[in-house]
C-alpha cells in the first residue's frame, strides 16, 4: 500500500502521533509554571526502592511506636473523633519495619502490638541490643509519634533531638533529612516554623526517651492528630504507609552520605607527654570514583580534652590525626579521668559517630590508659 492510498484519516492522525512524541518545548514547559499548585495533600501512592538502601545494609536500627496499653484512658492521646495515637505509630512502625528490613537493616520494635513499656525500658532496648556483628548498642534510634495541639488548624512536621544541637550532631545529621521527606511526603504546613526542635523546648530536662538514649537517637512528630482532616488520614494504613515511606527516605539519603567514624583512640606517654592518634574514616564508599581523595572537611577537624582544644595534625594521606597534650594538663603521676572529644565531617557535612571517649589513667604511671567510647552528653535541666 503506497501513502497515497491511504485514508486522509489515517495521515492526520499518523501526524498527530508523531507530533505528541517529540520532545516538550521550553514554551510548553515554561507555560506549566502559569498554573502551579498549592502545596497540599495529595492521596497519590509512589513507593520506588530507593538505590541508596543498600547503604543501610547491616544497619541496626531501632524503631520506638509510641505509647500503647492506655486504651482504657478515657481520652488519652485521641483525636477529636476518638482514633489513639498509639494505634497510628504501630501501623507506622511495623510499615518501616518492613521497608527497612527489605533494605538490609536489621530492625527492633520496642514494642509487641498494643503493650504498655515505660519510657526506660524503650531506651534500653537500644542501649543493651546485641548486634549482629558482637556489638552492644543500636546505630540509631527513632521514636514515632504524632502531635497535637489545642489550634486545630496545626499540622506541621517535626523531628525533635536531645538537647543542645552541639550534643546530638549524628542525630541531626538523620533528622533533617527525615524532617523535609516527612513534610514532602504527607503535604503538613512546612516552612511554618523549624522542623527540627530540641526536646528541651518541651520540658527542662528534655523528653525522658531521648535523655535515657546512649546511641543517636530522635524523635518524630509527623503531623498532629488533633487536625481534623489530618486524623481521618492518619487512620489510614496507605497514609501511615506515606508516612514510613517518608522516614526510610530520609534514611537512605542519610546512609547515602555515610557516617563517619574514627579508630579507637590510642594514646602513648612520651616522655611528659601525651601523645594522641585516630585514623579518621570519611563513612562514604570506599568504591566510589574520587575515593582517594580527601573526603573530610580538615576545618572540622578537632580534638578537645575536658573541654581545651588541643593542637592537632591531620595527615590527608592516611587520614590519620595527632594531638600532643602538655603533662601539666593531664595529671600522669596518679588515677584520673578524662573526657576526650573528636570531632570531624565528611563532605556531606555528616558528623563522626561516636564523638567522646573517657580516658581513665590508673595510678601506676606505666599501665595503659583506658579508653571507652561515651554516650553523647545528656542535658542538664534548665
Ligand atoms: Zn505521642
Not at 270 to 279: F, H, P, W
Not at 361 to 370: G, R, Y
Request: net charge neutral; aromatic share 8%.
Amino acid at each position: 500500500m503506497t501513502p497515497r492510498s491511504l485514508p486522509v484519516w489515517t495521515l492526520a492522525l499518523t501526524l498527530i502521533v508523531l507530533a505528541g512524541c517529540g520532545p516538550t518545548s521550553l514554551d510548553k514547559a515554561m507555560s506549566r509554571l502559569d498554573h502551579r499548585p498549592d502545596w497540599k495533600h495529595y492521596s497519590q501512592l509512589d513507593l520506588p526502592r530507593h538505590p541508596a538502601e543498600k547503604f543501610l545494609g547491616g544497619w541496626v536500627i531501632v524503631l520506638d511506636p509510641g505509647h500503647g496499653g492506655e486504651a482504657h484512658k478515657k481520652g488519652y492521646k485521641r483525636g477529636p473523633t476518638g482514633v489513639r495515637e498509639a494505634e497510628m505509630n504501630w501501623r507506622v512502625g511495623r510499615l518501616l519495619e518492613r521497608l527497612l528490613t527489605d533494605a538490609g537493616a536489621h530492625v527492633t520494635l520496642t514494642r509487641d502490638g498494643d503493650d504498655f513499656v515505660s519510657l526506660a525500658d524503650r531506651a534500653e532496648v537500644a542501649n543493651n541490643l546485641a548486634r549482629p556483628d558482637g556489638g552492644v548498642g543500636a546505630d540509631l534510634f527513632i521514636s514515632l509519634h504524632h502531635n497535637a495541639s489545642s489550634r486545630e488548624s496545626a499540622n506541621f512536621s517535626s523531628v525533635w533531638y536531645h538537647g543542645e544541637a552541639d550534643w546530638s550532631e549524628p542525630s541531626l545529621d538523620v533528622a533533617k533529612y527525615i524532617a523535609h521527606h516527612l513534610g514532602t511526603q504527607l503535604r503538613t504546613n512546612v516552612a511554618h516554623t523549624s522542623p527540627l526542635m530540641s526536646d528541651q523546648l518541651m520540658y527542662a530536662g528534655g523528653f525522658g526517651v531521648l535523655r535515657r538514649c546512649k546511641v543517636p537517637a530522635l524523635l518524630c512528630e509527623s503531623s498532629f492528630f488533633s487536625n481534623r482532616a489530618e486524623e481521618q488520614r492518619l487512620r489510614d494504613a496507605d497514609y501511615n504507609l506515606r508516612e514510613a515511606y517518608a522516614i526510610y527516605l530520609g534514611l537512605c539519603e542519610y546512609a547515602y552520605g555515610g557516617r563517619p567514624t574514627q579508630t579507637l583512640p590510642k594514646v602513648e606517654k612520651i616522655g611528659d607527654m601525651l601523645r594522641i592518634s585516630t585514623a579518621l574514616d570519611d563513612g562514604l564508599d570506599k568504591d566510589w570514583w574520587g575515593h582517594d581523595r580527601d573526603r573530610t572537611l580538615s576545618s572540622t577537624i578537632r580534638i578537645n580534652l575536658d573541654g581545651k582544644q588541643l593542637a592537632t595534625h591531620y595527615d590527608p594521606q592516611c587520614e590519620v590525626m595527632v594531638a600532643r597534650v602538655q603533662a601539666d594538663l593531664v595529671n600522669l603521676g596518679g588515677p584520673s579521668s578524662h573526657v576526650l572529644s573528636i570531632h570531624h565531617t565528611n563532605l556531606f557535612k555528616h558528623h563522626n559517630y561516636p564523638q567522646r571517649y573517657r580516658l581513665v589513667f590508673a595510678d601506676d604511671p606505666d599501665s595503659a590508659v583506658a579508653i571507652t567510647a561515651m554516650a553523647p552528653k545528656r542535658a542538664t535541666p534548665k
